[in-house]
């Protein structure tokens, strides 16, 4: 389950920015989660319940924005959203595709005390 070792992770970003701003918790945290990214969001909440257990993080509010993949086809330029990786245009039928946004995996903002 490799959700942890990103909810450890994000453990690791925002202890870090509560000790650069001499805070001693997190109010709340924003996350910005690509539907490319590999993340399988009920392993994840899973995961999250058990490694903010004692942690800056522990009674933060948790917001995910879940950012849908697009792409833009490199046959005819056309943007679409897509529901897979390998997704065809919609307008030509090519396979061939920049994938332009769903692969993010961030931390989009903090606030801490």
Known sequence: MHELSIVMSVVDIAR???IS?????V???????GSLAGVEMAAFTFAWKAGVQNTVLEKAERIIHHIPARAKCMSCQHEFEMMELYS???NCGDYFNE????RELRVKSLIVS
Do not use: F, M, R, T
């Open 16 to 18: 870090d920015q509560a």
């Open 21 to 25: 701003h001499n805070a001693s918790k």
């Open 27 to 33: 109010d709340k945290i924003e996350l910005e989660i």
């Open 88 to 90: 065809p245009c919609p």
């Open 99 to 102: 994938v332009i946004q769903g």
